[in-house]
């Protein structure tokens, strides 16, 4: 079983930043892809951003420019590094990981951004 925690998240207001921290637990083998979904309020979960093993990375196109995935592989940690955040970017943000076709998914943690 894979157990993810993350942290960082909080209130912000808007032009602010935020860094999202993911960090992988448990029977951790060989991670295939990692990275952070969101879900806001009456709203579907979405893809955010996710990073590869091999480091290749995806955006949500409203991010792009704001956003940064990165992973400490020897700590089997993602993070998620939210510049100029717009009360847009406010729901609930997953982590996620992939691994040998199982998918887990984190507790969430909220961000909030307003004045």
């Known amino acids: 079983q894979v157990q993810l925690v993350e942290s960082g998240g909080g209130l912000v207001q808007p032009g602010g930043s935020l860094r999202l921290s993911c960090a992988a637990s448990g029977s951790i083998f060989s991670i295939d892809v990692m990275g952070w979904y969101r879900q806001a309020p009456g709203k579907q979960r979405e893809l955010v951003a996710v990073?590869?093993?091999?480091?290749?990375?995806t955006y949500k196109d409203s991010v792009k420019g704001r956003f940064t995935i990165s992973r400490d592989s020897a700590k089997n940690t993602v993070y998620l590094q939210m510049n100029s955040l717009k009360p847009e970017d406010t729901a609930v943000y997953y982590c996620?990981?992939?691994?040998?076709?199982?998918?887990?998914w984190g507790q969430g943690t909220q961000v909030t951004v307003s004045s």
């Open positions: 990073i590869t093993r091999g480091s290749t990375t």
């Open positions: 996620n990981l992939w691994q040998l076709g199982n998918n887990y």
